[in-house]
């Protein structure tokens, strides 16, 4: 079982709707990390959080330490965010190694 | 900065044979990392390093070894390869503990 959850699994939206994708982990982190691989199969990160909210361009992230929680959202969607978006956080206590989800296959449709 | 290079994109290898992974940074990040991706899982983190000289087990080590003789290159080896070894490698490199990943482009490798 993982320790990382991701929802959706696969998400399909129109152009310009409003996304969410969630993560959830199961014990305290000192940061997580959102990562989007390109349907080219090349992965690039995205985000390093630890605590409130990072916005870049039209992708915000947030976190919620208390309830273990993080969101993606992307704001005014283009075919262009299509992509596998990927939570990951250490979860090993002392350990920086990364525990990945198994993504969130986004598609969005013009 | 090239960033991760990594090589071959793709290769083809048939039960038995060996191989190696090539990665390589240029971007002087002690931290190295192997990672496989298999569908519909997460990465699983089969070998990092924590600087030249230095290399640790991670989740899924059997069958593949490294070795770290520079801060650049990272090799990943194959030696008896196996069908349960195809997947989509993946390199990474990070400037420390717990901070961004930098990723090489991914191999592809299939074994028939």
């Known amino acids: 079982k993982n320790e990382v959850e991701q929802s959706p699994q696969n998400l399909t939206a129109q152009e310009g709707e409003f996304i969410t994708i969630n993560c959830s982990y199961s014990?305290?982190?000192?940061?997580l990390h959102w990562l989007q691989q390109h349907p080219g199969g090349g992965i690039v990160s995205l985000f390093m959080?630890?605590?409130g909210k990072k916005k870049h361009g039209r992708l915000i992230a947030t976190i919620n330490i208390q309830e273990k929680h993080s969101s993606l959202h992307i704001t005014a969607s283009h075919p262009r965010d299509s992509a596998v978006y990927i939570c990951a956080a250490p979860l090993d206590f002392g350990n920086e190694k990364l525990t990945f989800g198994t993504g969130t296959r986004l598609t969005i449709i013009p | 900065n090239a960033g991760v290079t990594q090589t071959p994109k793709f290769r083809i290898l048939k039960i038995g044979q060996s191989m190696t992974l090539q990665c390589a940074q240029d971007m002087n990040h002690n931290y190295m990392y192997w990672y496989r991706q298999d569908p519909g899982m997460g990465l699983k983190l089969i070998y990092y390093s924590v600087g030249a000289g230095i290399t640790d087990k991670g989740e899924v080590p059997n069958g593949y070894n490294v070795s770290r003789s520079t801060t650049e290159d990272f090799p990943l080896r194959l030696e008896l390869a196996a069908p349960s070894q195809t997947s989509v490698y993946f390199c990474a490199s990070s400037l420390g503990q717990g901070l961004e990943a930098f990723f090489g482009q991914g191999t592809r490798l299939t074994v028939v």
């Open positions: 959080l630890s605590s």
């Open positions: 014990v305290g982190i000192s940061a």
